[in-house]
């Protein structure tokens, strides 16, 4: 399957012009997994929460998206170098260059004071026999 991923930036430059800005990129993928990680309302700082893979292996791509008041931090392959997602905030890797990412884990940074959730949509490839 090949899966395009566009970004549209929308906004207002210097001297008040519209502009719009889209990103392109492509992959090839066999498998996917898309969901929401429910968040509850007061889930104590520290807990973390698996992004479900399903039957993708590899992830060649993936995007979050922080629906909480809250912001979280984001462990790719267990590394304990984070990157902190700001409350609405998206985060997207995507590209046939993206290094093996075989588990994603979101951390809430606080005690969260209502229920959220984390979109996510993983692409990539499936277990080789």
């Known amino acids: 399957m090949q899966a395009t991923s566009t ?11 519209a502009s ?6 492509e992959l090839e ?6 969901g929401f990680l429910d968040i509850p309302a007061a889930a104590a700082d520290g807990t ?25 931090e984001v462990s790719i392959n267990a590394s304990e170098d984070v990157f902190t997602l700001q409350p609405g905030g998206i985060l997207v890797q995507q590209g046939q260059a993206v290094s093996t990412v075989t588990s ?26």
Do not use: C, H, M, W
Not at 7 to 17: F, I, K, M, Q, S
Not at 29 to 34: E, F, H, L, Q, R
């Open 7 to 17: 970004l549209t930036l929308r906004y207002v430059a210097p001297g008040n012009v």
């Open 20 to 25: 719009v800005l889209s990103l392109n990129t």
């Open 29 to 34: 993928y066999i498998a996917s997994a898309a």
């Open 48 to 72: 973390s929460y698996a992004v479900p893979f399903g039957t993708v292996a590899a992830a060649k791509g993936y995007v979050l998206q922080n629906n909480t008041d809250q912001a979280v």
């Open 104 to 129: 994603i884990s979101v951390i809430t940074t606080a005690l969260t004071t209502e229920q959220g959730t984390v979109a996510y949509v993983v692409l990539g490839d499936t277990p080789t026999a």
